[in-house]
């Protein structure tokens, strides 16, 4: 299935885009499966997923879970733990 | 209830005072309550930080999930207290030292639900909305990390049941 | 910490701003860490009180105790908590519905201060500070009763230690 | 000894008056006794202290309870329940 990721801060710098369509292998159906996915893209995304630090989801701009399950067409986007106020 | 993102600054007296009498005609024909309290949070650029004078704070944040995170908050403290009114204005862009980073005001007949309120939004607000600050010093540029502190201070409220 | 009296009114928007900037100077060579949160509490004439419009709200006061018992009162909390100042503006004499009463605002570094200081400070004034209202409505004058719940707002914060 | 007696809100209103200075017996040391005293001029004082509405003293601006010790040049302040903010 097709789907959008989104990036954002520092999170973003480290991949050096903000938005992609990704199409995604049949087996990717949750968060933690497109973080494992993406990761072996190579080191800057295996970095980026290597758990050492916080890496927050969104999916349709709701904040979930790495267990939440993914649909095609559906907007995922990762960012830091948020830092506004 | 409002949200405002925006890049320009605001009139902290005219955002105040509109939102103190504003509900007044509505109030007379729906609610049976009139506005006596109003409890207000300013947030501003600090000028040093971690010993560091500040050049400039930018703000990054994720258009499309803001305003719909903002607007789920105010619902809910709206849910959990019997409040008026409440408005949420938050600045992105860059910023410079003293500027206003965000406004969070809310209304109602009588002080502690405004405080609970108040205080409820701004610990949801900096836990739950996509915005992401960066500091440039004479040091060089450095995002701001989440504190665990504000986690706390969300927590806080999972426990606690409407009063 | 800063007391005023008053029968004229105050503008909200000029008195928050410069607590907001006013530390600034100060802050460069007293204290460590600068204004990154402002607290406020307004509060207003009602139009109604109990099912009755409300005409006029005459606030009589102590005047040799007020002023020392308020500056008592921000002395309190700015021992129990971090702030870096404190306001407190109360108006006396006879005012209109939607007329400001009172502000109450505090400034601190982290929010968290500010919002138990403003919210202390409010408390207390409400149950120890010489302050009486009197409501003229078209049924009459009434001197308004002192609330058991102000009481117990107050008590709460005679359990909690510092934090 | 002299003290000076201050009235406010609802209190002055009932005894019309907002200021007096008074001359007190010897034994009459502490606000409840001073209470008593008052209380003997006459049912508006009377009515005043008897207890079914509270009265808060002051003595020299401080708020104090009933059992506080009053001395020579005292100001003291009798008041219903604040109702300030």
Known sequence: MNIKVLYF???KEAVNYSTENVELPKDVLTVIALK????LRGEVWANLFNGKQVVRAAINHVLVDDMAAIQAGDEVAFFPPVTGG | MTVRIQTEDFDLGHELTSMRLAEHAKNKSTKKESIGAL????????????????NTLTLEHYPEMTQKALAAIESEASARWDIIDSLIIHRVG?????????LVAVSSAHRGEAFSACEFIMDYLKTSAPFWKKEATNQGERWIE????????????????KN
Chains 1, 4 share one sequence.
Not at chain 2, 39 to 54: C, E, H, K, L, T
Request: net charge positive; no cysteine; glycine share 4%.
């Open chain 1, 36 to 39: 494992n996915w993406l990761s």
């Open chain 2, 39 to 54: 409890v207000s949070f300013i947030g501003q650029v600090r000028d040093m930080n971690d010993g560091n004078a500040i």
């Open chain 2, 146 to 161: 989440a504190k665990q502190s504000d986690d706390v201070a969300k927590a806080r409220w999972q426990n606690k049941v």
């Open chain 1, 9 to 11: 801060a520092r999170i």
């Open chain 2, 94 to 102: 860059t910023l410079n030292p003293l500027d206003q980073i965000v």
